[in-house]
């Protein structure tokens, strides 16, 4: 409309694709006038009248679209079918520097979570989204792909103490852009920032926030950016969730807390971490049901609100109390305020699965991966449930589903393996544990290794895995429980019984599943198992 009003022959108004227009004509300075010796004014050049002409009418038609917009047209984000799902897309980052790749990654995770905390809302979790960065994918292919009706973009950089970012809102379906903003805060303003972002997408899409999901997010207070920074770093290497990206995890809340000591966020980000610590062995359990329920705790006592904090609460009576019915009674509280909180929706599968309740256990998998449909571990958590009941097929066709998303993703080639064996497919089972062995060598996938080699009669590769093992837990904590499962591989039920007991006297989480771990299904028949579940206080089938 301005370049018509304009006569725009030279191509001063010049489109800046997916960000806007910018007046690229001649500027300079308008001469002074020289003293009239007349009533006459001193004539401009024509270029400086023509960018008078330009301003007059930009400024008028904006405040035409403006008054018409109020008056006449319905809003962008009326659209005819309400917009109930998200996904946002990692956030391009303005600094060239690859070291800084974490704050754009951790700015993206947070606002996730800040618009995930909005009930109304449906908003993709940050795993499933990364696969998208620098995609020149189609808007609508991607929302398809994810289940969801409309995509927030952006860019995030850091410069000294300010932050900027930029982000929009597109109705993927119909590809109309709904609304844009650009943020320039200092950076200790940055809660404020993203609270501010998630209310405005939420007012475009005509959410209606609660009472204290609008108090959540419009009281934010000022943080430190190094305590930021650090609760960001901590963010981006949870989501990693190898023993070693967990472990600096933990390092980077603990760093956080350090620095301010009444951060919420950090103190539930320590509590998350030590979730997926404990169970899979990483840390001692006595310091893992310390430290994680403390920080749970001292979160909620922070911040009540906190709903990361609800969930750590819960996987904490699961993980390290074995408090099946107070942690079923918290996770109700968590689907109260979210009952689309993804993460909880797999991790209470994952109690109900302990418990040998799998058909509620795959349900709850099933819903979480529902809400996340590209989670490389929701695929993987669904896939364990069906092999946990036996069900094969199912179960390899979505281990192999989710190797096509990502064929690097080692839990999906240790859990094909799993059910390989279970089929009876021994050597290839063998083959596809080694290729997960090869992308992680954790002791977790040692110690399946290892179980599969005693099945197929490797004895002396067993034998080796196990030496590596003890080797291991000179210098590290390793759950006994790994070496139960070696055992049980090789046919040797007293020594699996032995570490199991070890496993019980440490109160290793990783026993919680020995009701519903398929690589137990050597010792079923034993009454030991049955006398240990009892003692779990876990039924016996």
Do not use: C
């Amino acid at each position: 409309m301005v370049r018509k009003a304009l006569g725009d022959h030279e191509g001063w108004i010049q489109t800046v694709p997916k960000r806007g227009y910018r007046f690229a004509g001649p500027a300079g300075a308008i001469p002074a006038p020289s003293e009239p010796t007349t009533g006459e004014q001193p004539e401009a050049p024509a270029a400086t009248w023509r960018f008078r002409t330009f301003v007059l009418v930009a400024v008028t038609i904006v405040g035409a679209l403006i008054a018409a917009r109020s008056s006449l047209a319905p809003p962008r984000a009326a659209v005819a079918t309400p917009i109930r799902a998200l996904a946002v897309l990692p956030f391009r980052s303005l600094s060239a520097d690859p070291e800084q790749a974490y704050f754009a990654e951790g700015m993206t995770d947070a606002v996730i979570t800040d618009l995930g905390s909005i009930s109304a809302l449906r908003v993709v979790s940050h795993q499933s989204v990364r696969r998208y960065r620098d995609s020149d994918r189609p808007l609508a292919d991607i929302a398809r792909e994810l289940g969801v009706d409309a995509i927030v973009e952006g860019s995030v950089g850091r410069d000294g103490s300010r932050i900027r970012l930029t982000a929009q809102l597109i109705d993927a379906r119909a590809d109309q852009h709904l609304w844009a903003a650009t943020y320039d805060r200092a950076a200790d303003n940055v809660l404020a920032l993203q609270g501010e972002l998630a209310s405005a997408v939420a007012g475009a899409i005509r959410v209606r926030l609660s009472e204290p999901e609008r108090t959540a997010l419009a009281g934010r207070r000022a943080v430190d950016p190094e305590v930021y920074d650090d609760y960001l770093r901590g963010r981006y290497f949870f989501a990693q969730r190898s023993e070693r990206a967990l472990a600096q995890s933990r390092e980077h809340f603990r760093r956080a807390i350090q620095r301010d000591a009444t951060f919420a966020p950090a103190w539930a980000g320590l509590a998350l971490a030590y979730g997926p610590s404990g169970f899979y062995g990483y840390v001692p359990p006595a310091e893992g049901a310390q430290q994680m329920r403390a920080a749970a705790e001292r979160a909620l006592q922070l911040d009540p609100t906190l709903v990361d904090a609800q969930v750590a609460l819960a996987n904490a009576l699961t993980v390290y109390d074995r408090d099946w019915q107070g942690a079923e009674r918290a996770y109700t509280r968590v689907f109260e305020r979210q009952p689309d909180h993804a993460q909880a929706r797999l991790w209470y599968g994952m109690m109900l699965g302990h418990q040998g309740r799998l058909e509620e256990a795959l349900a709850e998998r099933q819903r979480a991966l529902s809400l996340d449909p590209l989670s490389l571990r929701f695929n993987t958590s669904v896939a364990d449930t069906l092999t946990a009941m036996h069900r094969y097929e199912e179960a390899m066709a979505r281990y192999r589903k989710t190797l096509e998303l990502d064929p690097g993703f080692a839990p999906a080639h240790l859990g094909l393996g799993v059910a390989l064996l279970g089929s009876g497919r021994g050597e290839d089972a063998v083959k596809a544990i080694e290729e997960g062995d090869r992308r992680s060598s954790d002791a977790r996938s040692r110690a399946t290794l290892g179980h599969a080699y005693g099945r197929v009669g490797r004895v002396a590769d067993a034998h080796a895995i196990l030496d590596e093992l003890r080797a291991r837990a000179r210098h590290a904590y390793l759950s006994p429980v790994y070496f139960a499962l070696v055992h049980a591989g090789l046919g040797d039920r007293d020594a699996a019984f032995a570490a199991l007991e070890d496993a019980f006297n440490d109160r290793s989480p990783m026993l919680n599943s020995v009701n519903s771990e398929p690589l137990f299904d050597p010792l079923r028949d034993d009454p030991r198992l049955a006398d240990l579940l009892r003692r779990l206080n876990l039924p016996v089938p």
